[in-house]
C-alpha cells in the first residue's frame, strides 16, 4: 500500500503525489520497486532544490513544497511546453493579489473517483481542500507528478499582466488581463465554439 511505500522512502512522508521525479530511469535486473520509488524520490528532491535556489525571490512561495503543489497543478494545466511559464506567471499573480487560483485539475484531483470524466459547474460549487474555485491558497498537497519543465516555470514565470485564461479547445489556452475580456473568450471558445467559428 501507499502509506508502506511512503513510511519506506521517507517516514515524514504522509503524500507521495508529486513527490517522484517522471523521468527515465535504468536499472539492473532484481532492482526492488521501493529502491526504484527512492531513486525518483530523490531526483525529486534535487530538482525541486535546483528550481528553489533559481526561483524569482519576489514570488509568494514561502517552501519548496509550495513550489512542488504549484508546478504539478502547471503540468496539469497544459501539455504545451510554450505556455508553462505563462501559466506559472498567471497562478503567482493570482497568489499574490490572494485571487482564488480557480483551476479545474485541482477540482478533479480533489473529486477523486467521484469525477467521471464531466466536469459540472456542482462540482466547481462542492468544497474539498483541493478545490481552488472555493478556497483561496494552494491546495494541500501536490496534484500530479511536475517534470523538470513545470519546475523551471514556476522557478521563472513569464512576466506580464495576465490574470485568467480558458482552454481554447485545441490545447492552447487564451489568456486575458481584465475580467471582462476573460468573459469574452470563455464565451467564445467554452459556451459558443462552433457558433463562434
Known sequence: PATEIARRIDPELDHLEGWFLPDTYYFPRNTTDVSLYQRAYAAMQQALAE??????????LTAPEEMLILASIVEKETGLASERAQLAGVFLRRLELRL????????IYGLGDAFDGNLRRRDLRSDTPYNTYTRYGLP???????????????AQPEAGKALYFVARGDGSH?????????????QEYQINPIKNK
Not at 528550481?51 to 509568494?60: I, M, V
Not at 487560483?101 to 477540482?107: A, H, S
Not at 494541500?140 to 519543465?149: E, K, Q, S, V, Y
Open 51 to 60: 528550481a528553489w535556489e533559481r526561483r524569482d525571490p519576489e514570488a509568494p
Open 100 to 107: 482564488r487560483l480557480q483551476t479545474d485539475p485541482t477540482v
Open 140 to 154: 494541500p498537497t501536490p496534484i500530479a507528478l511536475p517534470g523538470r519543465a513545470a519546475l523551471d516555470a514556476v
Open 174 to 186: 487564451q489568456f486575458s488581463e481584465t475580467l471582462e475580456a476573460h468573459n469574452q473568450a470563455v
